[in-house]
Structures are given as structure tokens and as C-alpha cells.
């Protein structure tokens, strides 16, 4: 199934649309706001008027109830959609083409995990790594709450928290002068991965001349290792011998809310791994910047310390 062929029963639509409108009135794009004690809420954006039932809750947000959002066109009311609202908000420019692929995959992803996944009855006493696949809404606020841009579907039923797939890393071995590595210890790569997978991965990369001393693992997300077989720098490095790739690295994963974090579930005592992601999500590509990269232990350092 193509993100151009709609599924059997759509049923994000209004919550897309609601939470697209709520956030522009709460982040101040509408004109001539009003709200009324009938809990009916009117705007403008630009020349455009909309209306729907709806009340104003706590830290200014708007709280807007579904399937109520109409549009005035042509001197009468009828029900709005996304497209009216994004024509109302600003004129076609690339970055509003973009939100808009990011709305309609956010519908598409959503309705495809409603129908392909079954959703837990009670999830209040669920420990939390089953949690992270319970929780199938996806974010509350942001109207793009599942874009998840570049993933097919069967990407998202494999890779997405909500289907609770497991999968392996991807081991990529990079010369040392491409790489800055800092591990906690000596034996961390032991310790995560298992002392007899240790091996045979040091083993392998003695086999292609590419030894440990020289060379650094990076576990790679296989969705992002398969976005990179096209990459011109990637395969020159692979050329050059800069580059090795060695296949599943370690024990199976499965994806945590954030769809890049992912956490062992075979042994959820080791390590969580955050892997880049060329996706885009809430509007933010899933990248890893090299200073947050740097940052984030001293950050996590001390946090524990606080703790």
C-alpha cells in the first residue's frame, strides 16, 4: 500500500486538522480571536474565518473539539480540512509543501497503525519498555505527530514503537581518523554486546584488514544504513577502504517512542542506543549533531549526579 492509495477507513484526519489548528492559535497566528461562554471559538487567519466548539484551558493552550473546525467560504459555513487552513496561513512556498507531506503522512502512518496494530485495553500497571509500545498516540501538541518522512509502510510497521518489532543494529567499522570516540570503559563494547559477539566482530575485522586498533564500530539504524548505500562520501569511504561493513551486529532492538532511541529487548538491563535518523518527525530532522553528542554525556553526568 502507497501513501497515494487511502486505506479502508480513515480516522486521523480530525485529529490532524484539530491539532494543526490549536497550535497555530496557540503559537499566535490567528486574527481577531474570540471566545464566547458557549465555548465557541472564532478566527481569522488572515482573511479567513474559522469557528468551532472549543474552550481555552490552562498555559494558553486551546483545547478545540473534533470534527466541529468549519471554514466560511462563499457566504456559507461547511467543514474545513488541513488544505483550507494551509492556503489560509500562508501562500505555496517549499516549506509549506513540506508541512503539508508531513501532515498527509502523519494521516496515513496513523490510520495504518490503527488497523495494523491492536491497541492495549489497560496500560496503567504495564512496566516501560512495554509502555513504549503501548503508547501509539504519538504527540499531543504537534499537528505533525507521526511524519516519520522517508518511511514506507513497511518501514513503519517494522521500525515504528507501535508494531513492538524487533530488529538488529547494523555494524559499521570506520577508520580511526574519521571517527572521535569516548567510551565509558575498556570493555564497554564487551559488556553491550555479549563477550563471544565482541570477538567475533574483532575477528571479522582482522579477516578485512581493518583491525580494531585502527578501525571504530558504529552501530548503525538499518533503515539509515540503507539510506546510505546511495551516498557519494559513504561509498567513497568505502572505496578507500575508510569504511567496512559487517552485517546484524549484537542482540535484537525495538524502537522506543522516539523511533531513533532504541532499547535492547533481549537484555533490557544494557545500554539504550540513539542512532541518526535522516527522518524527519515533529518537524525536526532526527540527525545527531555533533555538539549534542558531546554535550549529552556531561549533560547525563550530571543528572546522575542529582539523582
Known sequence: MSLHEPLSRAISAPRVLRQLCEALLCEGWAASLQLDRSQAVGWCLRQTQFRARGRRGAFGRYRLQEGSIEIHDSGTWRPACTADVLAAVADPSPAMETLRDDLAHTEHLSDLAALQTRAAARRHSLPCSALETALYEGHPYHPCFKARSGFTDADHLAYGPEGGETFRLTGVLFHHTLIQQSLPHEDFWGQELGAAEWHRIAALAE??????????????????????????????????????????????????????????????????VKTAMAMRNTSALRTLAPESVTVAPAISNWLAGVC
Do not use: C
Open 207 to 272: 579477516q578485512h584488514n581493518a583491525p580494531l586498533g585502527n578501525y571504530n564500530l558504529l552501530p548503525l539504524h538499518p533503515w539509515q544504513h540503507a539510506r546510505l548505500q546511495p551516498d557519494p562520501l559513504f561509498n567513497t569511504w568505502r572505496t578507500s577502504g575508510q569504511l567496512l561493513e559487517i552485517g546484524p551486529i549484537g542482540e535484537a532492538y525495538k524502537a522506543t517512542q522516539s523511533v531513533r532511541t532504541l532499547m535492547n529487548a533481549e537484555t533490557p538491563s544494557r545500554a539504550h
